[in-house]
């Protein structure tokens, strides 16, 4: 099997993470992130969808790391984020975080909010 390495043309990719923290555009975040191509950003979570909301026409779709497994999100983060005209994909954070890699590789318009692995709620 032939391996090449991607090609995300300058835009922040998702590099890692561990408990608790995040490595993305060669930075590391302790807690929530927010990642898009052209910035790495600290989020302040679910109780926060401002930051997300302020991406509208920028990006087509957030998706949203909901930390170790999957679960629904806030109704309100839901609501403000579809009423700015973004998409919101809901999965959880390694998923969220390796299909952001791939899109924003394929040049796509869109962002990831992670709620970070392994770290006590």
Avoid: K
């Avoid at 909301?53 to 629904?72: C, N, P, S, T």
Wanted: charged share 15%; glycine share 14%; net charge negative.
């Amino acid at each position: 099997m032939r391996l090449s390495e991607t090609d995300f043309g300058g835009a922040a990719a998702i590099e890692g993470y561990g408990p608790g923290f995040w490595r993305a555009g060669g930075q590391v975040v302790h807690g929530p992130v927010l990642v898009r191509a052209e910035a790495v950003e600290d989020w302040a979570g679910l109780d926060d969808p401002a930051p997300l909301v302020a991406l509208a026409g920028q990006i087509d779709v957030i998706l949203l790391g909901m930390g170790d497994e999957i679960a629904h999100p806030p109704a309100a983060l839901r609501a403000a984020v579809e009423a700015a005209g973004i998409g919101l994909e809901v999965m959880a954070s390694p998923t969220a975080a390796r299909s952001y890699n791939v899109l924003v590789s394929e040049g796509r318009r869109v962002a990831c909010a992670l709620i970070p692995v392994g770290a006590a709620g």
